[in-house]
């Protein structure tokens, strides 16, 4: 028996010296040698455990047929291993430390046994454990590549019944992209709209200080959508804490993704209405891995870097690992876009340029307009130099970036040690910088009124009153260019044990904040602006119908400056979780799993405007406590099977969360599997969800007040004065939701390699958090009667006047008002959501003597998104309409592998929707888009610094393939930002290197 170089042993059929055997031995060895070097490598997740569970694993992921007797194996466990390896190197990883050793039988099948056996009994282990294997591998339960379902280790615990979406490191370095948000966007499950780095409609994206992304699963709004790093929570982002940002967690720590798009509240706690996406961190990882990655567009200026370096040491008692990764990435110009622009009339749409921008603005006299002409800069300006009906109108998006520069480096450090028995001390931390450069508009709106007794007055139509002036902020004050500086950290701390036998446990501690810091020039303060058109000094004063070079420096330096905006979130938690089986049912082990946790969650903003004392939130702050139980039932299993019922499993879940601003909630969830034989499942989920208001929503200094004028045909004067309350409400409730699923899986004996899943979820999302929309009519609309109070008395002025901030004085300024009618219309919980539709996924892998190929298919299509807005408005459904859903979005992958050789490809598809705010309405086209990598790994038997080498070019976008038109009126582009974007083909080249 000889030892291989790859540390296994090879059985000889024969002990002789002869010359015979000896040539046998020597083809024997040459022929595995061949074999190992041209196997291709694979992406193995094992982790630390039972010896013959996790070769069973092991077997699955790497197509392998394994041999091993289970007497042999009682008691053994085997180390972690997690990577893209060959699978030689990868058992021999996962067996160190043991007592066995491997041998291949043929390029399909190899035997684990005891080192240094006789051949007498390797080959009776062999023939012993063939059959019990084959037997065992058909008695396995419906393994699905594509929807897992992930153990305690890597926090992602779905109830039975619940679909996962699993992708792994492999499919992640085949797309060939840099950042998560990217990664993610390619998702058809996942709704480009909310906070992201180009959007701007809606409540999160308003917040969205930080130029970070949301995810946002169903189109519940990324609030909705809970993000946990290795099972714990991050610290909610922007100004308001509205949702999870995922640009501050780098590609490169990631083993693999699980989405979880179903109501998770049950076993998340809050925010998790639309699903739960729980990024994996990399473990197991032995050695060094290097990337280096560089690429542009190929149409523009905009370019990326990246660069990323791995260490990882498993150890007897635990493991290590270190990463570093860099990334930055250049702002696309609007420059270089032609549909990123006011005037879309060379598309056939409008042109949306309004009165505001970088030159002379338009006086507003005697219910005329007048353009200031645009080449005397102010100066010498006379009546007869202004045209009655005229107007300058500016491209609000010239000057401007599609999507912001940025540039990222983090530090993520992962360590376990065995304490003592079973007791295992774990730690994670992730610190993130981040800056994000950006200029969003040309000009910020800027109105004013000029007097008689500022030295530049003119009034074209002879007047003598004061005069109005619409212009842009930039023609005086200079670009709006933004600079923000983000700070991330995520640290925990815990215990894994076993407190009981087959029972065990997790204490975690963990502390995560985010930290913003943005500066904004081009800022005014309009009391200053005030002070200085009232000025009758010439020298001194503003001149309004000029820009920069026509007033003195030192005015506008007391008129503008730099805005500053800070802001702290930060998020503090503890968790128990311990679960295992209680007593053995005919059908399996009764097994129940129950938990508690309490989190702290703070956030302050502060805002200083130049020239102006800084305005400061306070600590707005809460407490969650929270508990949950589980207990999953096998009513048919192994032992009580029946014809058309290989299992039937029953999950019971529920969760009671308590917030200490605003109360609690109880949430239950139900899951069914039913397995018909190994190859076809159905399952099913029912539960309920609930998210809770924003810290910011509940503030009472965020609650305001004001006397407004609505029409009243009954007023002799035509008008009657409103109490009106906007802005925020402490009486708020949470958001609730429910959620059903029922989905099949399958796969098919004839064709290995196949997996498919179906599913249909139904979503009911209500009392959503909004305010009604009114207008100066807002009185005589039946529709809107549930906001007014009428002929209101002494107490409902003072509540209101209580629970609000009046904008014109003080409180008793606000009971002086005399105002008989009370609008409130603050935020409430008023809006309803439904939807519902159908996910389609599946998988195809086979290989032969062509190579490797994967096939693979991820659909979703919508058969009704439907919303209202107030409680009295009637369901409609906005499903394919512009900046909302698409009722069909799809991606398809294939991928072929062929002695270290590679080539994947995917397709994009988008539906065509409808423009329905256009008159008339009008169709927005399909759209599709082809990526590509192609791809070369050298074996790791190369010598010198060429083994372990990954090479790869990746394209986006192929074919260059624009977004289709869309006459977008409501940010006046020429197309739908929440469901497209403008980055044409991007080329990128990288390396990887394993050490």
């Not at 982790?47 to 069973?56: H, P, T, Y």
């Not at 693999?256 to 729980?278: C, E, F, Q, R, T």
């Not at 990882?312 to 622009?341: H, K, M, N, T, V």
């Not at 800056?435 to 508009?441: L, M, P, V």
Request: net charge negative; aromatic share 10%.
């Amino acid at each position: 028996m000889d030892e291989h170089k790859d540390g296994s042993r090879r059985v000889t059929p024969c002990r002789a010296a002869g010359r015979r055997c000896a040539i046998l031995i020597a083809f024997l060895a040459l022929h595995t040698a061949t074999v190992d070097a041209a196997a291709p490598r694979k992406h193995f997740d094992l982790e630390a455990g039972d010896a013959s569970v996790m070769l069973n694993e092991f077997s699955r992921q790497s197509d392998l047929q394994v041999l091993f007797d289970f007497n042999i194996l009682k008691g053994m466990k085997t180390r972690a291993v997690t990577g893209d390896l060959d699978a030689s190197t990868a058992l021999k990883t996962m067996l160190k430390g043991t007592d066995l050793v491997f041998d291949f039988v043929n390029d399909h099948t190899l035997a684990v046994t005891p080192k240094k056996p006789s051949v007498f009994q390797r080959l009776w282990h062999r023939l012993k454990t063939r059959t019990a294997h084959t037997s065992a591998q058909d008695d396995d339960d419906l393994e699905q590549v594509l929807i897992s379902d992930k153990g305690p280790d890597n926090g992602t615990m779905p109830l039975l019944g619940a679909p996962t979406i699993h992708y792994g490191r492999i499919d992640i370095e085949r797309s060939g992209l840099a950042t998560t948000e990217d990664f993610l966007r390619t998702m058809p499950q996942v709704f480009g709209g909310g906070p992201t780095e180009d959007t701007v409609l809606g409540r999160e994206a308003a917040t969205n200080s930080a130029h970070g992304a949301g995810i946002n699963i169903r189109g519940l709004d990324a609030g909705a959508t809970l993000v946990l790093i290795d099972g714990k929570r991050i610290a909610p982002s922007g100004t308001a804490g509205a949702f999870d940002d995922i640009s501050n967690i780098p590609l490169s720590i990631v083993d693999h993704i699980d989405i979880l798009p179903d109501g998770a509240s049950a076993k998340y706690g809050a925010d998790a209405i639309g699903g739960v996406v729980n990024f994996v961190t990399r473990k197991g990882f032995s050695g060094s891995s290097t990337q280096a990655r560089g690429g542009s567009v190929t149409n523009g200026a905009m370019g990326e870097r990246q660069f990323s370096q791995l260490w990882g040491q498993p150890r007897d008692s635990g493991s290590d690992l270190l990463s570093f990764e860099y990334f930055q990435r250049d702002p696309l110009l609007a420059r270089d876009r032609a549909q990123y622009s006011n005037d879309l009339t060379a598309f056939g749409g409008s042109n949306f340029e309004g009165l505001f921008g970088p030159g002379p603005g338009t006086i507003f006299a005697g219910n005329q307009m007048f353009a200031v002409p645009k080449n005397l800069n102010g100066a010498a300006l006379t009546a007869a130099d202004l045209i009655p009906g005229t107007s300058n109108f500016y491209d609000n998006y010239k000057g401007t970036y599609v999507t912001p520069g940025e540039e990222r480096w983090s530090v993520f450090s992962k360590e376990s040690q065995r304490l003592m028995g079973d007791v295992q001390l774990h730690f994670e931390g992730l610190f993130t910088r981040r800056k994000a450069t950006d200029i969003a508009a040309a000009s910020l709106p800027l109105a004013f009124s000029v007097p008689t007794s500022n030295p530049y007055y003119i009034n074209p139509t002879g007047g003598t009153g004061d005069i109005n002036v619409i212009a842009g902020t930039s023609a005086y004050f200079g670009p709006l260019a933004a600079d923000n500086r983000i700070d991330t950290g995520n640290f925990s701390l815990g215990l894994s044990l076993s407190p009981f036998e087959r029972w065990t446990a997790d204490v975690t501690g963990g502390y995560t904040f985010e930290r913003q810091h943005a500066t904004t020039s081009g800022s005014y303060d309009p009391t200053a602006l005030y002070a200085a058109l009232n000025d009758t000094n010439p020298a001194t004063a503003f001149n309004p119908f000029g820009d920069a070079t026509s007033n003195n420096p030192a005015t506008l330096d007391s008129i503008s400056g730099v805005s500053r905006q800070s802001s702290v979130s930060t998020l503090r938690s503890i968790g128990l979780t311990t679960g295992g089986p209680v007593f053995a049912m005919p059908g399996g082990d009764l097994g129940m799993s129950i938990g508690a946790e309490y989190r702290v969650q703070h956030l302050d903003t502060i805002l200083s405007l130049p020239h102006s004392p800084a305005v400061d939130s306070g600590d707005l702050s809460r407490s969650i406590k929270a508990a949950f139980v589980e207990v999953e039932i096998p009513i048919v299993g192994e032992s009580n099977r029946l014809e058309l019922v290989k299992r039937l499993k029953l999950s019971l879940g529920a969760r009671h969360e308590n917030f200490s601003d605003v109360g609690g909630a109880s949430i239950p969830k139900v899951g069914l599997l039913w397995s018909i034989n190994r190859d076809w499942s159905f399952r099913s989920s029912w539960t309920k969800s609930f998210k809770p208001p924003n810290l910011t929503d509940v503030t009472l200094a965020g609650s305001q007040s004001i006397i407004t004028r609505f029409n009243d045909a009954s007023s002799p004067t035509g008008f009657t004065p409103v109490l009106s309350l906007f802005g925020t409400n402490p009486s708020l409730q949470p958001e609730t939701a429910r959620t059903w699923t029922f989905g099949t899986d399958f796969t098919l004996s004839s064709v290995p390699g196949l997996a498919v899943s179906i599913t249909y979820f139904n979503i009911a999302y209500a009392n959503r958090i909004t305010d009604a929309q009114v207008t100066a009519d807002a009185l005589s609309q039946p529709s809107l009667a549930w906001l007014f109070t009428r002929n209101a008395t002494p107490a409902d002025l003072a509540s209101a006047c209580q629970h609000s901030v009046y904008q014109l004085g003080t409180s008793q300024d606000c009971l002086n008002t005399g105002a008989t009618i009370i609008m409130d219309d603050r935020l409430r919980n008023i809006a309803l959501l439904k939807t519902n539709g159908l996910d389609l996924i599946g998988k195809y892998s086979t290989e032969n003597r062509g190579g490797h190929f994967d096939f693979g298919f991820n659909g979703t299509y919508l058969l009704r998104y439907s919303q209202s807005n107030t409680p009295t408005s009637a369901l409609d459904n906005i499903v394919s309409t512009q900046n909302n859903p698409v009722n069909f979005r799809a991606r398809g992958s294939a991928a072929w592998e062929r002695r270290g050789f590679g080539v994947a490809g995917f397709v994009n598809f988008e539906n065509s929707y409808r423009d329905t705010v256009s008159v008339p309405s009008r169709g927005v086209s399909p759209w599709t888009t082809i990526d590509l990598q192609l791809s070369y790994q050298t074996s790791a038997y190369v010598p010198g610094w060429l083994g372990n080498t990954q090479v790869a070019l990746n394209v986006q976008n192929l074919f260059n393939v624009n977004p289709p038109f869309l006459n977008n009126s409501a940010v006046g582009i020429g197309y739908d930002q929440e469901n497209a974007d403008l980055y044409g083909r991007l080329v990128s080249f990288e390396v990887r290197k394993r050490w």
